[in-house]
């Protein structure tokens, strides 16, 4: 077998990404189905979103105490196993258990423990693999999250136009494939040494840094305001224009992450040419209006278009903060990596949760849940300046 470089090592970790989106973003396309299927309200779907993030968030703050110990290399593997078993066990435990909707809390809490790991492992790991632009890289990685939304939707659509939307257990063992095959290739690939363990920050230097806090909340701003509208793209879709289940999650979710993605390939591509901080702060400014034009568009189309600006606006938010986080704290570690995640996944829980629960008050008005959650887009623009100001004092 040919020694693998640090290619081999970066390329698992797109494919890293790419489960990540599979397990976030399959089982938002069912919602209207497992409504149906299993009786459940909307109140039950939305925390079936607060749920898997919850769940991401707990491992973050548990991976900040173990992942050291036991090594990257066995994580990023437990990771994999665990995002195959919960997509096996959505398809099959909530149809083998009286409480149906017990089995898919279960079976979303198996695959959050793998998605929760991988948030706080791939990041690292390709940071410290030794790319010219970790900038660059960082975006380019990011990526393929939303490269992988898209292909979930678009082959997922494909698939329940061809063969009902009632096999869908079936598309569920398929995606199982993909973290399957990915976790024999990091049985091979070589993992780099993130920070030696005698320069690490140490968890209570880190605390005390009034920098890494900001970098906390600013991370919380970044998963609430892509997912307060990336979650519910396909049911704004379906409710606001009328569609069919298959034009909704192809007008919706598909056309945000295709935004999202096409905003961190083309920093990817020339960000060495960019300001990091000057584009987060344009982008934050586009998000705030994307979500201003989402929600309160008399016309459903420009709302739609709202959606895709905010996917594109957002693209940079959680990448770029991970990267001014690795600029900045140097020797932050695997704690630094592991807060960060754990605090994108905290907006990434709260975002969809408040656009929920204000769209359930509104009754059922999703564009109103929209416009409650457009505090994460303005604290992310007034953290930004706070953050360039400090920079520059």
């Known amino acids: 077998m040919p020694r693998l470089s640090y290619e081999s090592t970066v390329r698992s970790c797109f494919v890293a990404y790419i489960v990540q989106a599979i397990i976030i973003n399959f089982a938002p396309l069912l919602f209207v189905t497992f409504q149906n299927t299993f009786s459940i309200g909307l109140s039950d779907i939305t925390f079936l979103i607060t749920f898997n993030f919850v769940i991401q968030l707990a491992v973050d703050f548990a991976s900040a105490y173990f992942i050291d110990r036991i090594g990257y290399r066995a994580s990023l593997i437990i990771a994999h196993l665990f995002s195959a078993a919960g997509l096996f066990l959505l398809s099959e435990l909530p149809f083998a258990i009286d409480n149906h909707y017990l089995g898919l809390l279960i079976s979303v809490a198996i695959y959050a423990i793998g998605g929760g790991l991988l948030e706080v492992l791939v990041s690292p790991v390709v940071e410290a693999c030794p790319t010219k632009n970790k900038e660059k890289e960082m975006s380019m990685l990011h990526s393929f999250y939303c490269w992988g939304f898209v292909t979930v939707i678009l082959i997922s659509t494909v698939f329940f136009s061809i063969f009902g939307i009632e096999s869908w257990r079936v598309m569920a063992k398929i995606w199982m494939i993909v973290p399957i095959v990915n976790t024999i290739s990091f049985f091979f690939v070589p993992i780099y040494d993130i920070v030696p363990e005698e320069k690490k920050m140490g968890k209570a230097r880190l605390f005390s840094s009034g920098t890494f806090w900001l970098l906390f909340f600013m991370m919380i701003a970044s998963g609430a305001s892509e997912q307060a509208v990336g979650q519910w793209a396909s049911a704004f879709a379906e409710t606001g224009l009328g569609v069919s289940k298959t034009i909704g999650d192809l007008?919706?979710?598909?056309?945000?992450?295709?935004?999202?993605?096409l905003s961190r390939l083309i920093f990817g591509k020339w960000g060495d040419r960019m300001n990091l901080r000057k584009m987060m702060i344009a982008s934050a400014f586009i998000c705030c209006m994307s979500y201003l034009l989402t929600s309160l568009s008399p016309n459903p189309l420009l709302g739609l278009a709202g959606?895709?600006?905010?996917?594109?606006?957002?693209?940079?938010?959680?990448?770029?903060?991970?990267?001014?986080?690795?600029?900045?704290?140097?020797?932050?570690?695997?704690?630094?990596?592991?807060?960060?995640?754990?605090?994108g996944d905290v907006g990434c829980s709260i975002g969809p949760t408040l656009t929920g629960l204000a769209a359930t008050v509104a009754g059922g008005r999703i564009s109103t849940g929209i416009l409650c959650s457009i505090i994460f887009p303005v604290f992310m623009l007034f953290a930004l300046i706070v953050m360039s100001r400090r920079e520059k004092g």
């Open 251 to 261: 007008a919706g979710p598909c056309l945000f992450a295709f935004m999202q993605g």
């Open 307 to 343: 959606c895709a600006l905010c996917g594109f606006s957002v693209g940079i938010f959680w990448p770029g903060t991970f990267s001014i986080a690795s600029s900045i704290l140097k020797t932050g570690g695997t704690a630094m990596f592991a807060f960060l995640a754990l605090a």
